[in-house]
């Protein structure tokens, strides 16, 4: 079955450093979508694209994160800089437009110490 | 704004009872509806979806979902749960076809089922 890939899978940083997460896209697939899961807000959508172009980052705090699709096999979420109240497993998904229906990745569960 | 409200937080069925979650969305068209299910350090894996048509629509691992309209609900069942069932399920909204809000999915808080032997 064809798969989004998240890397890294964990990742253990300091406040104040820099965080990028990977996600690789089905092929195919023009639309990529970043969630945040935690136990208090649940999933939360960041940000998504259409064709690579952002279409929706209001869930974002504009001011430390930022998602970009540099290619359509890559997109990127980055913080910076990181602060402990980031520490959650962000997930990436991606789909083929009209219906949804999106397939999720693994997540990279983030630990801001 | 769409919305998804689950009202069980948690649920306990004993193995090879029958399942259901509730899932209740607030869409002001007809939205397109989805359940996920979630093992732990996993991701979301999907479970089916309703576009149009048929509102009993058939999923994997043997779930099903009704859509009912009237009752703005979009439950999911198993006849027999199975102890590999215990998991996170999640109902999720979302809006149908390329318009300027896209097809962003709204999210449900999730319900979180346990299996007893």
């Known amino acids: 079955d064809a798969r989004v890939t998240q890397t890294p899978r964990d990742k253990v940083t300091e406040m104040g450093q820099e965080v990028t997460m990977r996600c690789q896209p089905i092929l195919g697939h023009n639309t990529v979508f970043w969630y945040r899961q935690t136990m208090m807000q649940g999933l939360e959508l960041l940000a998504y694209?259409?064709?690579?172009?952002?279409?929706?980052d209001s869930g974002m705090p504009k001011d430390r994160f930022s998602a970009e699709m540099p290619d359509a096999t890559l997109a990127t979420l980055k913080i910076q800089p990181s602060e402990p109240r980031d520490s959650a497993v962000y997930f990436c998904?991606?789909?083929?437009?009209?219906?949804?229906?999106?397939?999720f990745g693994s997540g990279t569960r983030l630990t801001v110490v | 704004a769409q919305s998804v409200t689950q009202p069980d937080i948690h649920i306990t069925v004993s193995e090879g009872a029958s399942l259901e979650l509730r899932c209740n969305y607030s869409?002001?068209?007809?939205?397109?509806l989805f359940w996920y299910v979630q093992s732990p350090g996993q991701g979301l894996q999907l479970l089916l979806k309703y576009f149009s048509g048929d509102t009993l629509v058939q999923g994997i691992k043997g779930f099903e979902a009704e859509f009912k309209r009237s009752q703005s609900s979009f439950n999911l069942r198993k006849p027999s749960v199975h102890w590999s069932d215990a998991a996170e399920y999640f109902c999720?909204?979302?809006?149908?076809?390329?318009?300027?809000?896209?097809?962003?999915?709204?999210f449900g808080t999730g319900t979180q089922l346990k299996v007893e032997l």
């Open positions: 998904a991606s789909g083929s437009g009209t219906g949804g229906g999106y397939t």
């Open positions: 694209f259409r064709n690579r172009a952002p279409l929706d």
């Open positions: 999720a909204v979302g809006a149908g076809g390329l318009t300027g809000g896209g097809n962003k999915l709204t």
């Open positions: 869409y002001g068209a007809t939205p397109y």
